[in-house]
């Protein structure tokens, strides 16, 4: 069974920093490539971050470069998001995405809920 199970949201003040944890199971990890999506209560589900097979082939959205960080971990099949300097704006559930490289075939995750508020 294909399985994405996002962990480490919650509640974080403004200027704080959370990790996500995106752990993958029931399929090829390494023949995926993977990313961080986000949907706020009134927007539309938005890209935040890509990262193809390996940390050196990453990409962000504007909103997000330079506080966010995405990496994998393929002897853990697991993918994270390092996120720093958190606004109010970065409130959202953000979902965890997979892509087979091969066919296109993705697959989705539940949802981390990450609140950024005083």
């Known amino acids: 069974q294909v399985q994405l199970v996002e962990s480490g949201g919650g509640l974080v003040q403004p200027g704080g920093s959370l990790r996500l944890s995106c752990a993958a199971s029931?399929?090829?990890?390494?023949?995926?490539?993977m990313s961080w999506y986000r949907q706020g209560p009134r927007k539309e589900r938005e890209l935040v971050a890509v990262?193809?097979?390996?940390?050196?082939?990453?990409h962000y959205a504007a909103s997000v470069k330079g506080r966010f960080t995405i990496s994998r971990d393929n002897g853990k099949n697991t993918m994270y998001l390092q996120m720093n300097s958190l606004n109010p704006e970065d409130t959202a559930v953000y979902l965890c995405?997979?892509?087979?490289?091969?066919?296109?075939?993705?697959?989705w995750g539940k949802g981390t809920l990450v609140t950024v508020s005083s």
């Open positions: 995405n997979a892509r087979d490289l091969y066919n296109g075939l993705v697959y």
């Open positions: 029931g399929f090829t990890f390494t023949a995926h490539s």
């Open positions: 990262i193809t097979t390996s940390d050196g082939d990453t």
